[in-house]
């Protein structure tokens, strides 16, 4: 599933992160309001978990915009709040079901699958698709044409990111963090060359997957 969690609390984020990723999802991660509703109306994600009480917009507001938007995808809260009203509340917002801080993963999870099943649609489509490009998101290939494409797992990350952000600069600090993780020992240095080696096996010119100066990355049909 590609999950977008917004939690305002640095530590329990990354907790949460790291957990959603050995489930095998992919989960971007913003921490303030502002920020996530902004991502949900730009990217397509299966879930958002939103935290209550964020900086910017609480996340019952950000519900609230995004179900006015047409958002029709599934949203959990994240709460201390515990109170009867409260959790009536977080439901009438938009919300789809309701978590209680503090909580076992094993109760998140839970709640994560049976929100899988409730909804109409699959929470992740099988296939991205950007020009000539096909990435299979169940068979990790890559297709150009009809021509399929070896990846190494990183590689395959990369282009699943660029795919899901197309004609979107991604700023390098943000490429390590979703690839590699926050407390990751890379360099910008080190993303230039695994963007030298895709675009080896990619064909690419530069054309493609364009160099910002000193910002990132572009996945461009320009």
């Known amino acids: 599933m590609y999950i ?13 992160v790291y957990m959603l990723k050995k489930e095998k999802h992919t989960v971007d991660w913003v921490q303030d309001g502002d920020d996530a509703y902004y991502f949900a ?14 900086p910017s917009k609480e996340g019952t507001e950000v519900c609230k ?8 995808g599934a949203i959990l809260m994240l709460t201390a709040k515990d109170a009867v009203e409260d959790r009536v509340a977080g439901l009438d917002c938009g919300a789809d079901d309701y978590v ?13 699958r049976a929100l899988s099943r409730r909804i109409a649609q699959p929470f992740q489509a099988e296939e991205l698709s950007f020009g000539n490009l096909s990435l299979n998101l169940n068979e990790y290939s890559i297709k150009k044409g009809n021509k399929k494409i070896q990846l190494t797992n990183r590689e395959f990350q990369l282009m ?16 390590i ?44 049909d320009e």
């Not at 699943?160 to 490429?175: A, K, T, Y």
């Not at 990619?202 to 572009?218: A, E, H, S, W």
């Open 4 to 16: 977008l969690l917004a939690e305002d609390d640095t530590r329990l984020g990354k907790l949460i």
């Open 41 to 54: 109306k730009h990217t397509h994600y299966d879930l958002l978990i939103l935290d209550w009480m964020m």
């Open 65 to 72: 915009a995004l179900r006015k938007d047409g958002f029709n």
């Open 100 to 112: 209680v801080k503090p909580f076992e993963f094993s109760e998140l999870f839970a709640r994560i």
């Open 160 to 175: 699943e990111l660029f795919m899901r952000h197309p004609n979107q600069i991604l700023p390098r600090e943000l490429i």
């Open 177 to 220: 963090e979703r690839i590699w993780g926050l407390d990751a020992d890379i360099s910008s240095n080190n993303i230039d060359s695994f963007i030298r080696l895709l675009r080896k096996k990619l064909g690419d010119d530069g054309t493609l997957i364009q160099n910002i100066r000193g910002v990132g990355y572009k996945l461009s």
